[in-house]
């Protein structure tokens, strides 16, 4: 008799909760078809007192309600998810910019486990895990029947083991095994310098807590170093997972004096948003260039959608993941939370990136050619003994020192160089344009 009183205790707080979550209040008449709800959870209820009572072993409670919580939601998107308590902290970790795993974002698309991009400098970057990386196997385990934050959970762990994934990758008939030594994440979001006088490169890696922050910081910098106000900025989106909402938004922020940034729309009064721009530390209006590619999502695409509506920068690169809904994360009294996809977010113009992606204004391909080796360019000025005349123009000339700050990553870096080409002719075409007048 305890053990029935037990389960039917736990049958009404189920009953309870789900009533209250899909009603959103006890006041109103129930009409015959929403009691169908509570029917269909008697189902629920037999299932679990069944298992207890015949199951060939005594299962724990709370396993067997974290498995059907589990269950309701992998019939839904595939942002959705429960976090057990130990997943649950290990998130709000992350956001914080560090971890321990392998440094890589993963997603369910069609049904697979797939990579959205590996995180920068982690050990999955520089075994060439790449976007789209579809992980079939998890140490030799195989992954068609695991879910999103499980996958994550065994791919997390103590610096210094070891994790083996298998990957599909488009192109590769065989399968690619990579070992992984499992270390720290730490991630940097937000990486400037200098590329020449005058012209800056900012990458923005994932959307933390401080991004914005960094982001002023790093802004304040460059204009600090760069001798006259900058000609032109380089901003890189690219294999960016996204991140924070409100982060994506302050860094739109920066880059424009007003109008709309985002604004979200779902089935809720809470779920309908708008965000809008403040003239507060605008930046100047230099022109702007972002580079996205497939791995550029969420929070990033957020970003490149604005700037792009607004007429802010021009988007180089190729089409965008398209991950263009927003995740709710709902605590729970345990420890352990919900991840609920609680809307969809449209750009200023009202476009819905959701499985869309933003399409780049200057469609440009990466083709990066690490063993290609470039002849280096020989002029007059640099032969032995050349006539030196005093009509040459060096105002654009960049010197050895200057030169050094283009790696060989730089270089076959092809749309970082045709980004750094078109603020260079902006510059040019503006020149122009002021002799004409």
Same mark, same amino acid.
């Given at each position: 008799?305890k053990r029935?009183?037990?389960v039917?205790?736990?049958?009404?707080?189920?009953?309870f909760?789900?009533?209250? #979550?899909?009603?959103?209040?006890?006041? +109103?008449? =129930?009409?015959?078809?929403?009691?169908?709800?509570?029917r269909?959870?008697? $189902?629920f209820?037999?299932?679990?007192?069944?298992?207890?009572?015949?199951?060939?072993?005594?299962?724990d409670?709370k396993?067997l309600l974290?498995?059907?919580?589990?269950?309701?939601?992998?019939?839904? *998107?595939?942002?959705?998810?429960?976090?057990?308590?130990?997943?649950y902290?290990?998130?709000q970790?992350?956001?914080?910019g560090?971890?321990?795993?392998?440094?890589i974002?993963?997603? %369910?698309?069609d049904?697979?486990l797939?990579?959205?991009?590996?995180?920068?400098?982690s050990?999955a970057?520089?075994?060439?895990?790449?976007?789209? *990386?579809?992980?079939?196997?998890i140490?030799?385990?195989?992954?068609?029947? $695991?879910?999103m934050?499980?996958?994550?959970?065994?791919?997390r762990?103590?610096p210094?083991?070891? =994790?083996?994934i298998?990957v599909?990758?488009?192109?590769? =008939? *065989?399968?690619?095994?990579?070992?992984?030594? +499992?270390?720290?994440? @730490?991630?940097?979001?937000?990486?400037?310098?200098?590329?020449?006088?005058?012209?800056?490169?900012?990458?923005?890696?994932a959307?933390?807590?401080?991004?914005?922050?960094?982001?002023? @910081?790093?802004?304040l910098?460059?204009?600090?170093?760069?001798?006259a106000?900058?000609?032109?900025?380089? #901003? *890189?989106l690219?294999?960016?997972?996204?991140?924070?909402?409100?982060? &994506?938004?302050?860094?739109?922020? %920066?880059? #424009?004096?007003?109008?709309?940034?985002?604004?979200?729309?779902?089935?809720?009064?809470?779920?309908?948003?708008?965000?809008?721009?403040?003239?507060?530390?605008?930046?100047?209006?230099?022109?702007?260039v972002?580079?996205?590619?497939?791995?550029?999502?969420?929070?990033?695409?957020?970003v490149?959608?604005?700037?792009?509506?607004?007429?802010?920068?021009?988007?180089?690169?190729?089409?965008?993941f398209? @991950?263009?809904?927003?995740?709710?994360?709902?605590p729970?009294?345990?420890?352990?939370a $919900?991840?609920?996809?609680?809307? #969809?977010?449209?750009?200023?113009?009202?476009?819905?990136?959701?499985?869309?992606?933003?399409?780049?204004?200057? $469609?440009?391909?990466q083709?990066?050619?690490?063993?290609? @080796?470039?002849?280096?360019?020989?002029?007059?000025?640099?032969?032995?003994?050349?006539?030196?005349?005093?009509?040459?123009?060096r105002?654009?000339? =960049?010197?050895?020192?200057?030169?050094?700050?283009?790696?060989?990553?730089?270089?076959?870096?092809?749309?970082l160089?045709?980004? %750094?080409?078109?603020?260079?002719?902006?510059?040019?075409?503006?020149?122009?344009?002021?002799? &004409?007048?």
């Amino acid at each position: 008799m305890k053990r029935k009183r037990t389960v039917t205790f736990v049958a009404l707080l189920i009953v309870f909760s789900v009533g209250l #979550l899909s009603f959103g209040g006890m006041n +109103r008449p =129930v009409s015959a078809q929403a009691e169908s709800p509570y029917r269909e959870l008697s $189902l629920f209820t037999d299932v679990l007192s069944i298992i207890r009572q015949d199951y060939v072993e005594e299962v724990d409670m709370k396993a067997l309600l974290y498995g059907g919580i589990k269950g309701m939601l992998a019939v839904l *998107d595939p942002h959705s998810s429960f976090m057990p308590p130990d997943i649950y902290k290990e998130m709000q970790v992350e956001t914080k910019g560090e971890f321990g795993g392998i440094g890589i974002e993963v997603s %369910l698309r069609d049904g697979f486990l797939t990579v959205v991009t590996p995180i920068e400098d982690s050990p999955a970057f520089r075994a060439g895990v790449l976007p789209g *990386d579809r992980i079939v196997a998890i140490d030799g385990k195989e992954t068609n029947d $695991l879910g999103m934050m499980d996958a994550v959970k065994i791919l997390r762990g103590s610096p210094g083991t070891m =994790v083996e994934i298998d990957v599909s990758r488009i192109g590769s =008939v *065989d399968r690619l095994s990579f070992s992984l030594r +499992r270390e720290i994440i @730490k991630i940097e979001s937000i990486k400037a310098r200098l590329l020449e006088p005058g012209y800056a490169l900012i990458r923005i890696s994932a959307f933390q807590e401080q991004t914005d922050n960094d982001l002023k @910081k790093a802004l304040l910098k460059l204009h600090q170093e760069n001798d006259a106000a900058l000609k032109g900025l380089i #901003l *890189d989106l690219r294999n960016n997972p996204g991140g924070l909402l409100d982060q &994506a938004v302050k860094v739109s922020d %920066l880059f #424009l004096e007003q109008g709309l940034i985002v604004y979200t729309e779902g089935r809720s009064d809470q779920s309908d948003m708008k965000f809008t721009a403040h003239q507060t530390r605008t930046e100047p209006n230099y022109p702007i260039v972002v580079l996205i590619n497939s791995g550029s999502a969420s929070a990033a695409e957020i970003v490149a959608g604005a700037l792009q509506d607004h007429q802010r920068a021009i988007l180089l690169g190729t089409r965008s993941f398209g @991950k263009g809904s927003v995740q709710t994360v709902v605590p729970l009294a345990d420890g352990s939370a $919900l991840r609920l996809t609680t809307a #969809l977010y449209y750009t200023p113009s009202g476009r819905s990136i959701q499985a869309a992606g933003i399409e780049p204004d200057l $469609l440009v391909r990466q083709i990066v050619a690490a063993s290609e @080796k470039r002849e280096p360019v020989i002029r007059e000025q640099d032969l032995e003994h050349h006539f030196k005349s005093d009509q040459i123009d060096r105002s654009d000339a =960049v010197d050895e020192g200057e030169r050094l700050r283009f790696t060989e990553q730089d270089q076959n870096d092809i749309q970082l160089m045709r980004a %750094l080409d078109l603020l260079k002719g902006w510059s040019i075409f503006n020149r122009l344009e002021k002799g &004409a007048a």
